[in-house]
């Protein structure tokens, strides 16, 4: 082989592995690598992960809290759960809507993304409203039933096994319960943990959810709203 090929070849191993490097780390966030890598990236991003983001709170309450306590109304009291609560974005957009009256627990199994959402729950003053728990979102530390709302945003993908992850959201939700979900609209990425809309209402029918809703949300996301079906031997 002349030199030249070897140049060639060489030059090829090195950028595949420099893909892989970079598919594995930054555009799956290391969730084909574990549950450990995902969390252990989230430690490292959490001081940055607001600038990053830069989430508009003002669209977040238009089209994620306002929606969601249409969605439950005449309850404004509800108990909510946040999966995957990241540094709180749900909890805060809940807390600052003067209608909701309820409570959050924000989960998450990253403590520094915990430790932002800590502080920005403290800099607001809305304890009453919120409480946090280091824990994985593979086996919810609840009973059956438990919640009025559960959600969990932009983060099912990353879950080692999303469908049980789900399946544990729906097991927390009360009967007539509402879930709100998301699903990368882009599946091409992250094969077999990003869903297309029929996988995600396949699971969801499956697992007994009913009025099953998917809306085109942001560039990448769409929302998952659905409600728990309410067994007919107790209507
Ligand atoms: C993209 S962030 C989303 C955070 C938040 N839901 C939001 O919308 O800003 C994904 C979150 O999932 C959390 N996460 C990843 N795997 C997890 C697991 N197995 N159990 C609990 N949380 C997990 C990460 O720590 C991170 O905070």
């Not at 959490?46 to 309850?75: G, W």
Request: hydrophobic fraction near 45%; glycine fraction near 6%; aromatic fraction near 10%.
């Amino acid at each position: 082989m002349s030199d030249q090929a070897h140049i060639l070849l060489l030059g090829a191993a090195i950028f595949l592995v420099a893909f892989l490097i970079w598919w594995l780390i930054f555009e799956t966030e290391g969730a084909y690598l574990g549950r450990r890598v995902v969390v252990a990236l989230y430690d490292l991003y959490a001081a940055r992960y607001d600038r990053i983001k830069q989430f508009d709170e003002n669209a977040d309450i238009t089209l994620i809290s306002q929606p969601l306590l249409d969605r439950i109304a005449p309850v404004n009291d509800p108990l909510m759960l946040d999966v995957a609560t990241g540094t709180a974005r749900l909890p805060l957009i809940m807390a600052r809507n003067a209608r909701f009256q309820g409570h959050v627990i924000g989960l998450d199994a990253s403590r520094r993304m915990l430790a932002k959402a800590r502080e920005k729950i403290g800099a607001g003053r809305f304890e009453s409203y919120v409480s946090l728990l280091h824990h994985d979102a593979g086996e919810l530390p609840f009973a059956d039933g438990g919640f009025d709302v559960v959600t969990c945003l932009e983060a099912l993908e990353f879950m080692p096994r999303p469908a049980e992850t789900l399946a544990e959201m729906i097991r927390a939700l009360r009967p007539g319960g509402l879930l709100l979900t998301t699903i990368r609209i882009d599946t091409r990425w992250m094969p077999d943990r990003t869903w297309s809309e029929e996988r995600m209402r396949t699971e969801l029918e499956a697992l007994g959810m009913r009025e099953i809703k998917v809306m085109i949300w942001q560039e990448d996301y769409s929302q998952v709203w659905a409600y728990k079906r309410i067994p007919e031997n107790s209507q």
